[in-house]
């Protein structure tokens, strides 16, 4: 049974910064790639960051030079690092391992 369970989320002023983590089980984790997305209030899901199990990652546009992935794979688990936040950020963020799993989303709220 895969279990993806997100931490983090927090409410936090802009310019601020967080650190979300993604504990995963019951997949062979150091082989897949492992990715974050977010979904706004009345948006679309959209992909935030990914990292392929060899390190290669791929950032939105939106996030670039500010978020940064990675991964520790004795510990299963994923990071987002958000720096320099803004109120735009605001969103549920998702653990995701293609095709299949998501976790169940950690709430990320910007505002002064």
């Known amino acids: 049974q895969v279990q993806l369970v997100e931490s983090g989320g927090a409410l936090v002023q802009p310019g601020g910064s967080l650190r979300l983590s993604c504990a995963a089980s019951g997949i062979i984790f150091s082989i897949n790639t492992m990715a974050w997305y977010r979904q706004a209030p009345g948006k679309q899901r959209e992909l935030v960051a990914s990292m392929t199990s060899n390190g290669y990652t791929n950032y939105a546009d939106s996030v670039k030079g500010r978020f940064t992935i990675s991964r520790d794979n004795a510990k299963n688990t994923v990071f987002l690092q958000m720096n320099s936040l803004k109120p735009e950020d605001t969103a549920v963020y998702y653990c995701?391992?293609?095709?299949?799993?998501w976790g169940q989303g950690t709430q990320v709220t910007v505002s002064s």
């Open positions: 995701y391992v293609p095709v299949t799993y």
